[in-house]
């Protein structure tokens, strides 16, 4: 079992951490290029996770050139992507239902930080089921610097009013992990769709299956 010191507050990452929707996008982005007729891999899609959009453009115009029509592509996935989201194609990931209800028994309080847009977030949490569970969101839009810099960690730690150093950061990817390692916080990997880099195990993070072992550690 992983030691994890019982924190004053807990930071979830949103897709693939709380919603099974890495998995979602990734197929819409794919169906999106395709109407579009332009190019799209599904390794340039998996090295999107976890960034923003704003980063996540700049890998894409990297990839498959500057005149690529980021802009094109970003505005039929997101049609794509908004259906998806009515029709309740995004489920919760396993777990997320019995560790939110420890952390209320325990009394610990919970944020979201997620590289996406308020509106997207709010809606997709709303639509699970699960926004009431949290206190705070802190948003991709909120932030100058996205994952992996520190930023929407420390913004998620000030609306809790809580330091740093006291909250816990559940996350599925390299990206995430890398931002609450530099906000100084405790955190634990639940990979998705990506495995834990070289850099990430060498720091010692504590890399579980699923979020069953985080309720576990917690007592």
């Known amino acids: 079992m992983i030691r994890i010191a019982r924190p004053r507050a807990v930071i979830f990452d949103m897709d693939g951490l709380l919603l099974d929707s890495e998995r979602v996008s990734l197929e819409l982005f794919a169906q999106a290029a395709t109407s579009l ?8 899609g998996l090295s999107m996770v976890g960034l923003n959009s704003r980063d996540s453009n700049q890998l894409l115009t990297a990839a498959f050139g500057a005149d690529y029509p980021v802009e094109s592509l970003r505005e039929r996935f997101g049609e794509l992507y908004e259906a998806a989201i009515v029709a309740g194609l995004i489920p919760l990931k396993p777990h997320v239902t019995s560790l939110l209800d420890q952390l209320e028994r325990l009394g610990i309080p919970r944020a979201v930080a997620t590289s996406t847009r308020r509106t997207r977030a ?11 569970r949290f206190m705070a969101l802190a948003c991709g839009d909120e932030v100058v610097r996205g994952k992996p810099h520190p930023d929407i960690f420390e913004l998620a730690a000030r609306h809790l009013g809580v330091e740093g150093r006291d909250c816990l ?3 599925d990817s390299n990206a995430g992990v890398r931002g609450a390692v530099a906000a100084s916080m405790q955190v634990v990997m639940v990979p998705d769709l990506l495995k834990p880099d070289p850099d990430i195990r060498r720091l010692g993070v504590p890399v579980v299956e699923s979020l069953r072992e985080v309720i576990a550690a917690l007592g």
């Open 37 to 44: 007729q332009i190019p799209w891999t599904h390794e340039v």
């Open 122 to 132: 709010e809606a997709k949490l709303l639509r699970a089921g699960i926004r009431e």
């Open 169 to 171: 950061v559940l996350e």
